[in-house]
């Protein structure tokens, strides 16, 4: 399996916020869907700032038991003005 997927991001839900912050989204690739989950507050904080179906990205992890990527870093490709104001900022 693909331990650094990228692709477009897509159905981002917050899982939980406390005691910890869980996100869950999908990454669009060209020929697959990629179902991840992260609970990195900074990353998650950034990922709610991210249109869905707009941003691409390209992310890093490990597999679980559910063959979910659990996220341990991503980068914003070509990230618009507001991205760069909220989401990356959120991720330095």
Sequence with gaps: ????????????????????MLVRFTILTN????????????LCNSLLFLD????????????????QLVVEKMFIKNPTSFEKEFAVRCLA
Aim: hydrophobic share 25%.
């Design 31 to 42: 020929d697959k869907r990629i179902n991840c989950i992260c609970s990195d507050k900074n």
């Design 52 to 67: 869905e179906g707009k941003t691409k990205v390209a992310i890093y992890g490990r597999y679980n038991s559910r063959k």
């Design 1 to 20: 399996m693909q331990n650094n997927p990228s692709g477009i991001i897509d159905k981002i839900r917050m899982l939980s916020y406390y005691p910890q």
